[in-house]
């Protein structure tokens, strides 16, 4: 829940309960949803309570209408729309990757920035001009957490892998040759992960991977952040997303950045994943902009990208 009654955007609450599969597995669309649903309710009610609200008190309910898992966004949209319907609050659809981008610049304080947005869903760069968030480049396969995750499941490890991907390849410093795939100003991460697995089975060292596959994987990033930052001359470049937690590829980006006399913005790690304040926060930025949904067109939309979203709250 959020708010910005007195003139500053506030966290009110940010209520978590995250769906784990087993060491080794990936995320089930049908088992992640049937967390969703059982949480559901008692997330609700203790997100209210923290706020110290009451649900008469909320303006607007805002739901995640897209990109995603299908039978997860479908429970969200669910819940969404009784609870709007019952309380007669207004419905508010949100983007989920325009919700990572918007949150990472309200806490940052960012006002035009290039942005990089890396996590489980998302490897994009983008910049906002003509009403809409313009994509710059973007993977043409794996998103970069989907890789680390895979190379993850491959090692034993649960999803999301990212805290032991950072931790293992900080105690290695031996780089192994995997293939770096740039094309343009997008990138390919299939081949990388690929390798990388064939190494592991081939009996290197699980930190030697770890620490190549970062540095390989980050490099790509970093070449086609600069390209997209000698081209639009922001001053200001944002990393939003689970991946932005990684301090190494905070680091890689900080050099570029000093290079280009830009500022390097990252969202707080506690605010890097997926969470309600992204949504909630985007949601008000959108309803106060005079953004609704019918009940009967607020399907679910997996495959929303970013740069279909016409921007209101923005000039």
Not at 68 to 93: D, E, N, T
Not at 180 to 201: E, I, P, Q
Not at 251 to 257: D, H, K, T, V, W
Request: contains cysteine; glycine residues 10%; charged residues 20%.
């Amino acid at each position: 829940m959020v708010s910005t009654r007195g003139g500053t955007p506030k966290i009110l609450s940010d209520v978590r309960d995250i769906y784990r599969p087993e060491k080794g597995e990936g995320i089930h669309p049908r088992e992640a949803s049937r967390h969703h649903a059982q949480v559901a309710a008692p997330v609700l009610s203790k997100a209210l309570k923290e706020a110290a609200v009451k649900i008469e008190d909320v303006d607007a309910v805002a739901f995640s209408q897209g990109p995603g898992l299908g039978p997860c966004l479908r429970v969200g949209a669910v819940v969404a729309r009784s609870v709007s319907a019952y309380y007669k609050k207004p419905l508010i659809p949100v983007n989920h990757a325009v919700a990572h981008i918007e949150l990472a610049a309200m806490l940052t304080g960012a006002s035009d920035p290039l942005v990089l947005l890396v996590s489980g869903g998302h490897t994009v760069i983008t910049a906002f001009t003509a009403r809409r968030w313009r994509v710059f480049g973007e993977t043409l396969d794996l998103t970069i957490g989907q890789m680390i995750d895979q190379f993850g499941r491959a090692a034993g490890y649960a999803s999301p892998f990212g805290r032991e991907f950072e931790a293992l390849s900080n105690k290695s410093n031996v780089f192994l040759d995997l293939p770096y795939t740039v094309k343009g100003n997008d990138v390919s991460f299939s081949g990388l992960l690929t390798a990388s697995k064939r190494l592991l089975a081939g009996g290197r060292s699980l930190e030697d991977v770890c620490f190549s596959l970062q540095e390989t994987g980050f490099a790509m990033l970093a070449e086609v952040v600069e390209r997209a930052l000698a081209f639009t001359e922001k001053k200001e470049v944002l990393i939003a997303g689970g991946v932005a937690a990684n301090l190494r590829l905070r680091e890689m980006l900080s050099q570029i950045c000093g290079v280009h006399g830009a500022k390097l913005l990252a969202v707080p790690r506690e605010y890097s994943g997926d969470c309600g304040a992204q949504i909630a926060w985007n949601g008000l930025q959108a309803f106060e902009a005079g953004v609704r949904v019918d009940v009967e067109k607020s399907s679910v939309k997996q495959s929303w990208r970013l740069d279909q979203v016409d921007i209101a709250w923005r000039r």
